[in-house]
């Protein structure tokens, strides 16, 4: 797909993008419009507020339980599937059965947590997309995505006025 | 490193990335030449048989295995000490994390290979992994050997994701700023980061589950690689000390490995700005509890040897304290205690210079540690008659040479590829502690309509 | 026959050749058409005899099919055949009792020795160059024919010798038609291990002049001067199987055993006593016990009978003997011979045995005659659990006995034997005799040598000729051992393989030789082969002994040859029809060398592995630890730590041991088994040529060993020698055991 | 019930003579590793005779003891392989599978007795010596533990042989090439599952010793201590 049509400032402080936030937020813009990047997490600021809420720690649990259950079955089935002579002791070693058990209750949660992180994070996602270098040169980037025409002209200003040192305009039409 | 705006953090960081100097290549190749070296000559053993080693009855294990536990503990640097520096959210933990978690990375991979180094048949050495083979048979879940396959298995995986996630928002920086080729590759390596907050959030969240995780992890990788001794009923090894013994030391080799590396990177990338005396200071000092934490296990483990004087213990006992392994022994308490001691708990002493030193010395000594853990026990089992001795031939030595060359060699590839401090970490840890929220004024805001 | 096997040959080949270039050079190689058909797999087991050492055991040889390089007709080629895996003791068999000891097991490598001489050479170079060339057999016979036959016709005495390994049954006819024909002479070709002085004094002391066979088994109480009887000395398979009988065989009786000698050898070690004498004072010693069971009545003086009446002093009891007296000069304690003599007499049956260095002393003769008459009052010749002597073995009593080896190198070298022709066979004179008697020189001095080796040994490499012989397992055997068992036995074994090499049996040879000479010689040797001979020899036993079993001759051989041979029970002789004789007094121990100069005395001692040097080529006895000082691929020196530790030598220091005749260095072994004023070193080692195995290792005691020799016979007296020794330095010495030492702080602080 | 193959090794009847280990070399294929090796300590001998001095001249001792794989029942050797090269057998052998062997060398290190013997370089014996192998024992590579087997292959081979005439093994019928050659007798094999063969008699009585019984390694070689010698009074 094109980079979407959208209208953002380009913010040099973290004071101002703040300000921009607001304003468009005065505006009515609705929340899941607006869009905000940064090269650092601002997590003190308003801005970044967004999106913070995530099961990632439940998900991480459940991985964890599911990759003990594989490694214990792992322990066990391939204890069984070459019966030694144990002279009268259990076939199935419990310690070492535990001591797989738990690595691989561990590597499931280290896994399952990365999936989850990109999952959840659409990542990776190389597809062209709205994007701006300065982000990485400390600019914060504050916009809105599918502008209505009639709030365009609005939105500029109230980003111009929060102090954006840039505002541009991407893909479709404009 | 307040005066410094964040945009110049980044420029200095990135710097060591740009260029090469002759230094750098000169560098680069002698070691690469001692990694190549090692590489025929392990080569040369799976050529002609392991009897190119100074291996022998009955000390079937010597060097090999000395490096694995060796870099195994060294491993012990990065992760763990970042992970605890994290969950506590020390804040001087920022520019530290990073050069950290690359030893650990590092360190585990090569100490993973001395497993196979050391086979008789190293081309058989896949027959240790469980998949289900054409011989209808599976490894034997019951060898330490497997537990070791397995804790390390995770403990690499983790110690990766758990270097890569915080590169990923570097990657971005990079890609923005590099062009042509670099650009490309780096563009793949962020993923397509932008930074929203969403990213932001999830991979905070994603690290701080990791650095639960990966903690438990590190400490039962080392209690397992003790555990390939204690499980054998050879004299001095069936302890039940063994596995806090190895972690503690493990934990104590690993941050020496870490200072040794942040002085040399102060110096070699000019991160005087960012690497300052107070890291080295608070690493000292951990170091400092670490090594009397080590020469508390020691005596614990020596007391209980002599006290319970059983006579299959005491000639291995023996052989270490005034014996043929006593020298190693008394220069292993040198470069562990008596050297690194002193210089650590005496404040003027703790300078960048004073901590590397201390460490350069434990790096050693934990080295014979392992050393005089393996073969004085082997070479002094309980029938006298059998007793026997060990000399490392050339191969042996040459390997482990190649192995701290290749780490060496990889840390300084790595320092081409990635800035070796996190930026963003850093540039985070610049404003206010978080959680305090700002209030914004508005002027604009009053003189509306 | 030689067409049809030239053509299935060349069929073969044709069929191989269309084969090859499949890069395996056994394809190179045409393959044989198969002489025995074998089944793959399924072992054969063959009687054959072991013939490392002189006991005479009989074994049994693994057969099974297999694959191997040989030449025939010149050529090289594979041939399916039946090869020796595994040797083990004959179970039929009185002598080894389905035992056998590492050195006969070891049998093997010497047929598949890579460096057996697998054909007949000639010399070219210069004498002693090791330069030879290869020559068929044709020719190498006529050689060795035209120069006897030339020494034939004219005869002078002595002009024809031998020197040999110990001989017996057929063989020894062959080589006795030999010497009578050519009124030539033989000599033992080894000084050491020689049982000629304990045949002397049986012979005079009861009238049996061989060894003698000691029935441990039912003995209660083993009293042993020196002897190395469950090692090397007489038949040690027969003895260790005693031996285990003794101490464990006989429910609620276990017999003690009592070892005297200056070094704790290899038995010495399993005594329940060991008893630290002086060299040279074994036989002092048992008259001082003897005094004792006489003076205190345990055993009537006269029960001794001739064999006391040969000791000066017997009919008074010993009065010179007592303990006290001799206290000092044996170094044994009065009351530790009183409480052994008392012991030993109240413990019936028991038995004196008295060998290795108590009869290589200059005063051995009279050692072993007081250890007889000790064995005569103690009643146990030719009681069970004594000493036995079969009645059977006189026959074999020598016609002409051989000659010592001194004796004949003094001769040859001063020219009163002009010796012409000298064949060597088992032998290696050079190797086994001390640089003393100047062997070499003799040998010089001769003009032809021809030699059966089957190895390039010191002794070979002087040769102008060497006929190889095939190894034991390709070949005719036969023997009359003299001791190892009460029975009478005559062993009998066909080759359990055909040869590997283009080699040959050397009584074939003799016999073959015999023909193409003629005359008496011929008569005397009526045979084409030697399996016709032994065949002979056993229709002779059957006429005089009769059997059983068998019911004509034929039977008897071919059940003979199937068990590998026949034996029967004899009435063990007691001591009989020996008589004259003055009695003897005792005689001190001459050393050779200053004590004040040489401080030492030297004790070699005989292999456990090595035997007498003569299997220092095998692999497997250089690698077998010696079972006391663990050495392997090597020599050392034993010396006592309280030495040692005078002399500043450690384990391992490269010492020099030189007596008034040489010197040689070895590795020093702290070994608290030997005295502190004896050092001892194993002989074996310290071969110039010998294989790729043996060559260049290690030193040779005999060689620096006095020309001293033991009064009343010819024999060497080889512990006689006294040395100094001088680190010179260190040296590597390999031991397979206790690496660690005594030594080594781990062990001084447990 | 399966056979539970034992040895008794009577210590006052072994004089060290050596013979079993020569007998094993023989039977097994063991190769000899020649002077260099034997000089690094890689001798194999699966079968040694321990010697042991005490005392001082003139009043010294010396004992010797074979010493081979004491085939445990709790074998410290079985449980550290990671491919179960090293296993325990029906019949309670300590099987050593050469061809799954990788050469961790664990077992090694974890034998109390140090009777396993690691091939650090390919065996060779200079033609023709290679004909003197042992066609029914494999011959071992590079990187590969062995060890003592009780002679396996003579124990199939007897098993085998009783089964094709149908009947029972008989007590003594089988013999490792140690026992064989032992010539003193001083070793007895047998199955120790049967109370009336020989070896179990010997390994219940009184001089019956395990080697270094206390590490709890259950072995199936009983040692005889060496006995003293009781005269009558009289004497």
Same mark, same amino acid.
């Given at each position: 797909?094109?980079?979407?049509?959208?209208?953002?400032?380009?913010?040099?402080?973290?004071?101002?993008?703040?300000?921009?936030?607001?304003?468009?937020?005065?505006?009515?813009?609705?929340?899941?419009?607006?869009?905000?990047?940064?090269?650092?997490?601002?997590?003190?600021?308003?801005?970044?507020?967004?999106?913070?809420?995530?099961?990632?720690?439940?998900?991480?649990?459940?991985?964890?339980?599911?990759?003990?259950?594989?490694?214990?079955?792992?322990?066990?089935?391939?204890?069984?599937?070459?019966?030694?002579?144990?002279?009268?002791?259990?076939?199935?070693?419990?310690?070492?059965?535990?001591?797989?058990?738990?690595?691989?209750?561990?590597?499931?949660?280290?896994?399952?947590?990365?999936?989850?992180?990109?999952?959840?994070?659409?990542?990776?996602?190389?597809?062209?997309?709205?994007?701006?270098?300065?982000?990485?040169?400390?600019?914060?980037?504050?916009?809105?995505?599918?502008?209505?025409?009639?709030?365009?002209?609005?939105?500029?200003?109230?980003?111009?006025?929060?102090?954006?040192?840039?505002?541009?305009?991407?893909?479709?039409?404009? | 490193?307040?005066?410094?705006?964040?945009?110049?953090?980044?420029?200095?960081?990135?710097?060591?990335?740009?260029?090469?100097?002759?230094?750098?290549?000169?560098?680069?190749?002698?070691?690469?030449?001692?990694?190549?070296?090692?590489?025929?000559?392990?080569?040369?053993?799976?050529?002609?048989?392991?009897?190119?080693?100074?291996?022998?009855?009955?000390?079937?294990?010597?060097?090999?295995?000395?490096?694995?536990?060796?870099?195994?503990?060294?491993?012990?640097?990065?992760?763990?000490?970042?992970?605890?520096?994290?969950?506590?959210?020390?804040?001087?933990?920022?520019?530290?994390?990073?050069?950290?978690?690359?030893?650990?990375?590092?360190?585990?991979?090569?100490?993973?290979?001395?497993?196979?180094?050391?086979?008789?048949?190293?081309?058989?050495?896949?027959?240790?992994?469980?998949?289900?083979?054409?011989?209808?048979?599976?490894?034997?879940?019951?060898?330490?050997?497997?537990?070791?396959?397995?804790?390390?298995?995770?403990?690499?995986?983790?110690?990766?994701?758990?270097?890569?996630?915080?590169?990923?928002?570097?990657?971005?920086?990079?890609?923005?700023?590099?062009?042509?080729?670099?650009?490309?590759?780096?563009?793949?390596?962020?993923?397509?980061?932008?930074?929203?907050?969403?990213?932001?959030?999830?991979?905070?969240?994603?690290?701080?589950?990791?650095?639960?995780?990966?903690?438990?992890?590190?400490?039962?990788?080392?209690?397992?690689?003790?555990?390939?001794?204690?499980?054998?009923?050879?004299?001095?090894?069936?302890?039940?000390?063994?596995?806090?013994?190895?972690?503690?030391?493990?934990?104590?080799?690993?941050?020496?490995?870490?200072?040794?590396?942040?002085?040399?990177?102060?110096?070699?990338?000019?991160?005087?700005?960012?690497?300052?005396?107070?890291?080295?200071?608070?690493?000292?000092?951990?170091?400092?509890?670490?090594?009397?934490?080590?020469?508390?296990?020691?005596?614990?483990?020596?007391?209980?040897?002599?006290?319970?004087?059983?006579?299959?213990?005491?000639?291995?006992?023996?052989?270490?304290?005034?014996?043929?392994?006593?020298?190693?022994?008394?220069?292993?308490?040198?470069?562990?205690?008596?050297?690194?001691?002193?210089?650590?708990?005496?404040?003027?002493?703790?300078?960048?210079?004073?901590?590397?030193?201390?460490?350069?010395?434990?790096?050693?000594?934990?080295?014979?540690?392992?050393?005089?853990?393996?073969?004085?026990?082997?070479?002094?089992?309980?029938?006298?008659?059998?007793?026997?001795?060990?000399?490392?031939?050339?191969?042996?030595?040459?390997?482990?040479?190649?192995?701290?060359?290749?780490?060496?060699?990889?840390?300084?590839?790595?320092?081409?590829?990635?800035?070796?401090?996190?930026?963003?970490?850093?540039?985070?840890?610049?404003?206010?502690?978080?959680?305090?929220?700002?209030?914004?004024?508005?002027?604009?805001?009053?003189?509306?309509? | 026959?030689?067409?049809?096997?030239?053509?299935?040959?060349?069929?073969?080949?044709?069929?191989?050749?269309?084969?090859?270039?499949?890069?395996?050079?056994?394809?190179?190689?045409?393959?044989?058409?198969?002489?025995?058909?074998?089944?793959?797999?399924?072992?054969?087991?063959?009687?054959?005899?072991?013939?490392?050492?002189?006991?005479?055991?009989?074994?049994?040889?693994?057969?099974?099919?297999?694959?191997?390089?040989?030449?025939?007709?010149?050529?090289?080629?594979?041939?399916?055949?039946?090869?020796?895996?595994?040797?083990?003791?004959?179970?039929?068999?009185?002598?080894?009792?389905?035992?056998?000891?590492?050195?006969?097991?070891?049998?093997?490598?010497?047929?598949?020795?890579?460096?057996?001489?697998?054909?007949?050479?000639?010399?070219?170079?210069?004498?002693?160059?090791?330069?030879?060339?290869?020559?068929?057999?044709?020719?190498?016979?006529?050689?060795?024919?035209?120069?006897?036959?030339?020494?034939?016709?004219?005869?002078?005495?002595?002009?024809?010798? #031998?020197?040999?390994?110990?001989?017996?049954?057929?063989?020894?006819?062959?080589?006795?038609?030999?010497?009578?024909? #050519?009124?030539?002479?033989?000599?033992?070709?080894?000084? #050491?291990?020689?049982?000629?002085?304990?045949?002397?004094?049986?012979?005079?002391?009861?009238?049996?002049?061989?060894?003698?066979?000691?029935?441990?088994?039912?003995?209660?109480?083993?009293?042993?001067?020196?002897?190395?009887?469950?090692?090397?000395?007489?038949?040690?398979?027969?003895?260790?199987?005693?031996?285990?009988?003794?101490?464990?065989?006989?429910?609620?009786?276990?017999?003690?055993?009592?070892? #005297?000698?200056?070094?704790?050898?290899?038995?010495?070690?399993?005594?329940?006593?060991?008893?630290?004498?002086?060299?040279?004072?074994?036989?002092?010693?048992?008259?001082?016990?003897?005094?004792?069971?006489?003076?205190?009545?345990?055993?009537?003086?006269?029960?001794?009978?001739?064999?006391?009446?040969?000791?000066?002093?017997?009919?008074?009891?010993?009065?010179?003997?007592?303990?006290?007296?001799?206290?000092?000069?044996?170094?044994?304690?009065?009351?530790?011979?009183?409480?052994?003599?008392?012991?030993?007499?109240?413990?019936?049956?028991?038995?004196?045995?008295?060998?290795?260095?108590?009869?290589?002393?200059?005063?051995?003769?009279?050692?072993?005659?007081?250890?007889?008459?000790?064995?005569?009052?103690?009643?146990?010749?030719?009681?069970?659990?004594?000493?036995?002597?079969?009645?059977?073995?006189?026959?074999?009593?020598?016609?002409?006995?051989?000659?010592?080896?001194?004796?004949?190198?003094?001769?040859?070298?001063?020219?009163?034997?002009?010796?012409?022709?000298?064949?060597?066979?088992?032998?290696?004179?050079?190797?086994?005799?001390?640089?003393?008697?100047?062997?070499?020189?003799?040998?010089?001095?001769?003009?032809?040598?021809?030699?059966?080796?089957?190895?390039?040994?010191?002794?070979?490499?002087?040769?102008?000729?060497?006929?190889?012989?095939?190894?034991?397992?390709?070949?005719?055997?036969?023997?009359?051992?003299?001791?190892?068992?009460?029975?009478?036995?005559?062993?009998?074994?066909?080759?359990?393989?055909?040869?590997?090499?283009?080699?040959?049996?050397?009584?074939?040879?003799?016999?073959?030789?015999?023909?193409?000479?003629?005359?008496?010689?011929?008569?005397?040797?009526?045979?084409?082969?030697?399996?016709?001979?032994?065949?002979?020899?056993?229709?002779?036993?059957?006429?005089?002994?009769?059997?059983?079993?068998?019911?004509?001759?034929?039977?008897?051989?071919?059940?003979?040859?199937?068990?590998?041979?026949?034996?029967?029970?004899?009435?063990?002789?007691?001591?009989?029809?020996?008589?004259?004789?003055?009695?003897?007094?005792?005689?001190?121990?001459?050393?050779?060398?200053?004590?004040?100069?040489?401080?030492?005395?030297?004790?070699?001692?005989?292999?456990?592995?090595?035997?007498?040097?003569?299997?220092?080529?095998?692999?497997?006895?250089?690698?077998?630890?010696?079972?006391?000082?663990?050495?392997?691929?090597?020599?050392?020196?034993?010396?006592?730590?309280?030495?040692?530790?005078?002399?500043?030598?450690?384990?391992?220091?490269?010492?020099?041991?030189?007596?008034?005749?040489?010197?040689?260095?070895?590795?020093?072994?702290?070994?608290?088994?030997?005295?502190?004023?004896?050092?001892?070193?194993?002989?074996?080692?310290?071969?110039?040529?010998?294989?790729?195995?043996?060559?260049?290792?290690?030193?040779?005691?005999?060689?620096?060993?006095?020309?001293?020799?033991?009064?009343?016979?010819?024999?060497?007296?080889?512990?006689?020698?006294?040395?100094?020794?001088?680190?010179?330095?260190?040296?590597?010495?390999?031991?397979?055991?206790?690496?660690?030492?005594?030594?080594?702080?781990?062990?001084?602080?447990? | 019930?399966?056979?539970?193959?034992?040895?008794?090794?009577?210590?006052?009847?072994?004089?060290?003579?050596?013979?079993?280990?020569?007998?094993?070399?023989?039977?097994?294929?063991?190769?000899?590793?020649?002077?260099?090796?034997?000089?690094?300590?890689?001798?194999?001998?699966?079968?040694?005779?321990?010697?042991?001095?005490?005392?001082?001249?003139?009043?010294?001792?010396?004992?010797?003891?074979?010493?081979?794989?004491?085939?445990?029942?709790?074998?410290?050797?079985?449980?550290?392989?990671?491919?179960?090269?090293?296993?325990?057998?029906?019949?309670?052998?300590?099987?050593?599978?050469?061809?799954?062997?990788?050469?961790?060398?664990?077992?090694?290190?974890?034998?109390?007795?140090?009777?396993?013997?690691?091939?650090?370089?390919?065996?060779?014996?200079?033609?023709?010596?290679?004909?003197?192998?042992?066609?029914?024992?494999?011959?071992?590579?590079?990187?590969?533990?062995?060890?003592?087997?009780?002679?396996?292959?003579?124990?199939?081979?007897?098993?085998?042989?009783?089964?094709?005439?149908?009947?029972?093994?008989?007590?003594?019928?089988?013999?490792?090439?140690?026992?064989?050659?032992?010539?003193?007798?001083?070793?007895?094999?047998?199955?120790?599952?049967?109370?009336?063969?020989?070896?179990?008699?010997?390994?219940?009585?009184?001089?019956?010793?395990?080697?270094?019984?206390?590490?709890?390694?259950?072995?199936?070689?009983?040692?005889?201590?060496?006995?003293?010698?009781?005269?009558?009074?009289?004497?």
């Amino acid at each position: 797909m094109a980079t979407p049509y959208a209208i953002y400032g380009l913010f040099p402080t973290p004071e101002t993008a703040e300000r921009g936030f607001n304003a468009l937020d005065r505006a009515g813009v609705s929340p899941s419009r607006i869009i905000v990047m940064a090269s650092e997490p601002f997590d003190e600021y308003a801005f970044s507020k967004m999106d913070h809420a995530t099961p990632m720690p439940y998900i991480a649990a459940l991985g964890g339980i599911v990759g003990g259950v594989g490694g214990f079955f792992l322990a066990r089935l391939t204890q069984e599937a070459y019966p030694i002579i144990t002279g009268g002791m259990p076939l199935l070693a419990a310690w070492p059965t535990g001591i797989v058990t738990y690595e691989l209750t561990m590597l499931g949660a280290v896994i399952t947590t990365i999936v989850t992180l990109l999952v959840t994070t659409k990542l990776p996602n190389w597809k062209s997309k709205l994007y701006d270098h300065e982000v990485s040169h400390g600019k914060i980037l504050i916009g809105v995505i599918e502008p209505s025409s009639a709030m365009r002209a609005e939105i500029e200003n109230r980003l111009r006025g929060a102090g954006a040192v840039k505002v541009k305009i991407t893909g479709g039409q404009s | 490193m307040a005066t410094k705006t964040p945009e110049q953090i980044t420029e200095d960081l990135m710097r060591p990335m740009w260029g090469l100097s002759g230094r750098y290549v000169l560098a680069v190749a002698f070691l690469a030449g001692v990694v190549v070296a090692a590489l025929c000559a392990f080569m040369w053993q799976v050529y002609a048989g392991l009897g190119v080693s100074g291996l022998r009855t009955p000390v079937f294990w010597g060097f090999y295995i000395t490096d694995f536990v060796f870099w195994i503990g060294l491993s012990h640097a990065g992760t763990l000490i970042s992970a605890i520096l994290r969950l506590a959210n020390a804040t001087w933990r920022r520019p530290v994390t990073r050069c950290a978690e690359v030893i650990t990375v590092f360190a585990l991979s090569i100490g993973a290979t001395f497993p196979i180094i050391h086979l008789g048949r190293p081309w058989l050495a896949f027959w240790l992994f469980p998949y289900p083979s054409e011989r209808g048979l599976w490894p034997n879940i019951r060898s330490p050997l497997l537990w070791d396959f397995f804790a390390i298995n995770t403990y690499l995986i983790s110690s990766v994701t758990f270097l890569l996630l915080p590169m990923i928002p570097d990657f971005a920086l990079i890609r923005d700023r590099a062009n042509g080729w670099k650009q490309k590759v780096y563009g793949a390596l962020s993923l397509g980061w932008t930074g929203t907050p969403r990213q932001w959030h999830r991979l905070e969240t994603a690290m701080h589950i990791m650095a639960i995780a990966v903690i438990p992890v590190a400490v039962s990788v080392h209690s397992i690689v003790s555990w390939d001794f204690a499980m054998a009923p050879v004299p001095m090894w069936h302890s039940t000390i063994f596995a806090p013994y190895f972690v503690a030391g493990a934990i104590f080799s690993g941050i020496a490995a870490l200072i040794l590396a942040m002085a040399l990177l102060r110096k070699f990338l000019h991160l005087e700005d960012y690497l300052l005396p107070i890291h080295f200071e608070n690493l000292g000092k951990l170091l400092l509890v670490m090594s009397l934490l080590w020469f508390y296990f020691v005596f614990a483990e020596r007391l209980t040897a002599w006290y319970g004087n059983e006579t299959g213990e005491m000639p291995v006992f023996w052989t270490t304290q005034h014996g043929t392994y006593a020298g190693l022994f008394w220069l292993m308490v040198f470069c562990n205690f008596l050297i690194p001691v002193p210089i650590l708990a005496i404040k003027k002493f703790r300078t960048i210079l004073g901590t590397a030193l201390a460490s350069f010395t434990v790096v050693i000594g934990m080295w014979l540690e392992r050393f005089l853990i393996i073969v004085p026990s082997l070479s002094h089992k309980y029938l006298t008659y059998s007793w026997g001795t060990y000399r490392p031939t050339w191969v042996e030595i040459t390997i482990t040479a190649g192995t701290f060359c290749a780490m060496a060699l990889l840390y300084m590839i790595f320092s081409k590829v990635v800035p070796l401090i996190s930026i963003w970490e850093l540039k985070a840890g610049l404003h206010a502690a978080p959680h305090t929220p700002r209030v914004v004024v508005e002027p604009s805001e009053a003189g509306a309509d | 026959m030689e067409r049809r096997d030239f053509l299935k040959i060349s069929a073969i080949a044709g069929a191989t050749a269309a084969l090859e270039g499949c890069g395996n050079p056994d394809h190179q190689l045409i393959r044989f058409v198969p002489e025995e058909d074998l089944l793959p797999g399924i072992a054969t087991w063959k009687p054959s005899i072991c013939t490392q050492c002189p006991a005479g055991c009989g074994m049994m040889v693994r057969v099974m099919q297999g694959e191997a390089e040989v030449i025939r007709k010149g050529q090289l080629g594979l041939l399916k055949m039946g090869l020796a895996k595994k040797l083990e003791g004959n179970p039929a068999h009185p002598i080894s009792q389905g035992k056998l000891c590492p050195r006969g097991q070891a049998g093997l490598q010497v047929t598949y020795h890579p460096d057996r001489i697998k054909n007949p050479l000639v010399r070219e170079g210069a004498r002693g160059s090791g330069q030879f060339k290869e020559i068929g057999w044709d020719d190498a016979i006529k050689q060795l024919a035209s120069q006897l036959s030339t020494l034939h016709t004219s005869n002078p005495p002595g002009g024809l010798a #031998f020197v040999t390994g110990p001989l017996r049954g057929q063989r020894k006819t062959i080589l006795d038609a030999f010497t009578t024909s #050519f009124q030539g002479s033989y000599a033992v070709g080894a000084a #050491f291990l020689d049982d000629s002085v304990a045949r002397a004094a049986n012979g005079a002391s009861f009238g049996h002049a061989a060894p003698g066979t000691v029935d441990l088994a039912n003995s209660n109480y083993v009293l042993s001067f020196g002897a190395d009887f469950l090692g090397t000395w007489n038949s040690p398979v027969a003895q260790n199987v005693g031996f285990g009988h003794m101490r464990k065989g006989r429910p609620g009786m276990r017999g003690k055993f009592v070892q #005297f000698e200056p070094r704790i050898s290899q038995t010495g070690a399993s005594a329940d006593e060991f008893v630290a004498v002086q060299p040279g004072a074994e036989g002092v010693l048992a008259l001082a016990i003897a005094h004792v069971v006489i003076a205190e009545k345990r055993k009537p003086l006269a029960s001794a009978g001739h064999a006391g009446s040969l000791i000066d002093g017997w009919a008074q009891g010993l009065p010179d003997y007592a303990p006290e007296k001799v206290a000092a000069q044996t170094g044994v304690k009065a009351e530790t011979i009183a409480r052994i003599a008392r012991e030993a007499a109240s413990h019936d049956p028991a038995v004196a045995i008295i060998g290795d260095s108590a009869t290589a002393q200059t005063n051995g003769y009279f050692n072993a005659l007081a250890v007889n008459a000790l064995n005569a009052l103690l009643g146990s010749v030719g009681k069970p659990g004594g000493i036995l002597f079969g009645a059977g073995l006189n026959a074999q009593a020598s016609k002409s006995g051989p000659a010592s080896l001194e004796l004949f190198a003094s001769q040859v070298s001063s020219g009163a034997a002009p010796v012409k022709v000298l064949l060597v066979y088992n032998a290696n004179p050079i190797f086994s005799a001390p640089t003393a008697w100047g062997v070499r020189a003799a040998l010089d001095k001769i003009p032809f040598i021809a030699s059966f080796a089957s190895f390039m040994d010191e002794t070979a490499l002087l040769a102008d000729l060497i006929l190889p012989d095939s190894s034991p397992l390709e070949s005719w055997l036969d023997d009359v051992p003299p001791s190892g068992s009460a029975k009478f036995v005559m062993s009998v074994a066909p080759p359990a393989m055909a040869p590997l090499h283009d080699t040959r049996s050397a009584p074939d040879v003799l016999l073959d030789v015999a023909q193409r000479i003629g005359g008496d010689l011929a008569k005397a040797l009526p045979w084409k082969t030697y399996d016709e001979a032994i065949q002979a020899a056993f229709a002779a036993l059957y006429k005089e002994k009769g059997s059983k079993t068998a019911k004509d001759a034929d039977e008897f051989w071919s059940r003979a040859k199937d068990q590998g041979g026949w034996w029967t029970d004899e009435p063990s002789a007691t001591a009989n029809g020996a008589s004259g004789g003055r009695p003897i007094k005792a005689s001190a121990a001459q050393f050779d060398g200053e004590a004040s100069q040489y401080p030492f005395h030297f004790l070699p001692f005989a292999s456990q592995l090595f035997y007498d040097g003569s299997l220092a080529n095998l692999p497997w006895m250089q690698e077998a630890p010696d079972p006391l000082s663990t050495v392997m691929w090597g020599t050392w020196l034993e010396i006592n730590p309280r030495t040692a530790q005078k002399l500043n030598i450690q384990r391992g220091d490269l010492v020099e041991v030189s007596s008034p005749h040489g010197k040689l260095q070895a590795p020093a072994l702290i070994a608290p088994g030997v005295a502190p004023d004896v050092v001892a070193m194993p002989i074996g080692q310290g071969h110039e040529s010998y294989t790729r195995y043996a060559s260049g290792r290690g030193a040779n005691p005999i060689s620096i060993l006095a020309p001293a020799t033991v009064e009343g016979t010819g024999a060497l007296a080889w512990a006689a020698t006294r040395v100094k020794l001088s680190a010179v330095g260190r040296s590597a010495m390999i031991l397979f055991g206790g690496s660690l030492t005594e030594a080594s702080p781990e062990l001084k602080h447990r | 019930m399966a056979h539970q193959w034992g040895m008794v090794i009577d210590l006052d009847r072994c004089t060290g003579c050596e013979a079993c280990v020569v007998a094993c070399h023989a039977e097994n294929n063991i190769s000899t590793v020649g002077e260099d090796q034997a000089r690094r300590s890689r001798a194999k001998h699966w079968i040694r005779v321990e010697r042991y001095y005490e005392g001082e001249f003139p009043d010294v001792q010396v004992k010797f003891m074979p010493v081979l794989c004491q085939q445990c029942d709790a074998a410290p050797c079985e449980p550290v392989c990671p491919t179960f090269a090293s296993y325990h057998t029906s019949e309670g052998l300590n099987g050593q599978i050469y061809n799954r062997c990788i050469g961790t060398r664990y077992c090694a290190n974890a034998c109390p007795y140090v009777v396993r013997y690691f091939n650090f370089f390919n065996p060779v014996w200079d033609k023709p010596l290679n004909l003197q192998l042992n066609p029914d024992v494999s011959v071992r590579e590079v990187g590969v533990m062995e060890k003592c087997t009780f002679c396996v292959q003579r124990i199939k081979a007897g098993e085998i042989k009783a089964e094709a005439e149908k009947r029972e093994l008989k007590d003594g019928e089988i013999q490792p090439a140690c026992v064989q050659s032992c010539a003193p007798r001083a070793m007895v094999f047998g199955d120790l599952n049967d109370p009336e063969s020989e070896v179990s008699r010997l390994a219940n009585s009184g001089r019956a010793t395990k080697l270094l019984a206390e590490l709890g390694t259950r072995p199936k070689v009983t040692y005889l201590q060496r006995d003293a010698w009781h005269g009558h009074e009289n004497a």
